[in-house]
């Protein structure tokens, strides 16, 4: 299970360094058998806003907003919000 603390700590990071100027998350879908879907809402300082759904037991990425996602090779939550703050 990916840790929600190391996800809050890079969101607040993303925060402090001005990458962003707001977030939030919230679960999205939970089976109640360890199977949760959850979704940050990045509120950038360009006055726009992305979405990124990722699975919380594995941190597999499944969406955000128009970026491309290759279905060969998942991409990591932690290393997604990573990339963020090197743009």
Not at 50 to 73: A, D, W
Request: net charge negative; charged share 20%.
């Amino acid at each position: 299970m990916l840790a929600s603390a190391t996800i809050t700590d890079i969101l607040q990071t993303l925060l402090r360094h001005e990458k962003v100027s707001a977030w939030k998350t919230k679960c999205c879908y939970s089976d109640g058998a360890g199977n949760s879907l959850h979704e940050i809402d990045l509120f950038l300082n360009t006055g726009s806003r992305e979405k990124i759904l990722y699975h919380m037991e594995s941190g597999n990425v499944i969406k955000c907003g128009n970026r491309p996602f290759s279905t060969q090779s998942p991409v990591d939550i932690v290393d997604f919000l990573l990339d963020l703050y090197n743009e």
